[in-house]
């Protein structure tokens, strides 16, 4: 889906003038704003009820604008770049003097993204051509904070209503989760959030397997919280070997689920709402978030969702579930 000429022509209009636009990426969909305006920037956070020092991922058309951004950026960054950019990889650097606070959520480093998507290229092209070439917007996904993050248009309409002034209809998200978040600010890189890019993608470049972040001396970055991508019905994961039996008993309770697996139902004629996903973790990224938004809609007493293989493969999906539940319930 591309959107009409005048649809663009609007969407940079807004930007230069300081206000919001939402717009489609491989991987959610952003709520985006002139990223180097402290004021448009702030409208971001007031539309989602987002964190003020929850920093922000700056996305950029190209390669030649890192510099403008970010400084001292390490050859490693830039073997990054060459390879998945564009693409779900966000790499956390050192950022120059003047990047506003309200992006960086006051820290000395900024993230910074080329998104794979070529709406989203388009419009930083345009915004680019009238901003300033190393223009940037910045854009956290388009929902309200911590709730499950947005794949097509219709989704940042229900969440975000009138609080953005346009959205562009791109579609479907591609690849339907958050970037893979790399640290690259304080020497060897480090994965502070797992994405579509796998450690084993990112060890065929580095030649290394890379470090997994703990929360110690790590840059806060989006996504980072215990309690994120959540739906406001209660969700537990369970086991695969104990699911029959927890649905039996939530049954008998006289309780109506929603289920989420890779597997047919277990038994036939089960009562619950049943969401089987495909059995591999690409597959199941794509649908997960659409999964989750259509069971919270469902008026359900609860979400089961099947516990993944301990793979890290499934090391992405898993890390959003694990998050999904522990903010489940709480809106």
Known sequence: MIPAEADYARAVELLRAGELVALPTETVY????????????????????????????VHIAGHDAVDHWAEQVPDVAWELMETFWPGPLTLIL??????????????????????????ALELLRRFAAVAGEHAGIAAPSANRFGRISPTTAAHVAEE???????????GACKVGIESTIVDCSRGEPVVLRPGHIS?????????????????????????????????????????????????NAQRHKGDVCGVISPNQPPQAGMPHHWRMLPAEPVGYAHDLYAALRDLDHARLSLIAVEALP???????????LRRAAAGAGQG
């Not at 971001?44 to 009820?49: E, S, T, W």
């Not at 975000?160 to 791109?170: A, F, S, W, Y």
């Not at 301990?310 to 959003?320: F, K, L, N, T, Y």
């Open 30 to 57: 952003g709520l985006g704003a002139d990223a180097a305006n402290p004021a448009a920037v702030a409208k971001i956070f007031a539309a989602k009820g987002r964190p003020a020092d929850h920093p922000l991922i």
């Open 94 to 119: 050192k950022k120059q003097a003047w990047v506003p606070d309200a992006v960086t959520g006051g820290q000395d480093t900024v993230g910074l993204r080329v998104p794979g998507h070529p709406v």
């Open 160 to 170: 975000l209503g009138e609080r953005v002034p346009l959205i562009l209809d791109g």
């Open 310 to 320: 301990e793979d890290p493969s499934w090391a992405a999906v898993s890390d959003r």
């Open 199 to 247: 450690p084993v993608h990112l060890e065929a470049v580095l030649g290394r397997q890379p470090a997994i972040a703990t929360s110690k001396g790590a840059p806060r970055v989006s996504g980072s919280l215990e309690a994120h991508y959540a739906p406001q019905t209660p969700m537990r994961l369970v086991a695969r070997e104990r699911l029959l039996d927890f649905l």
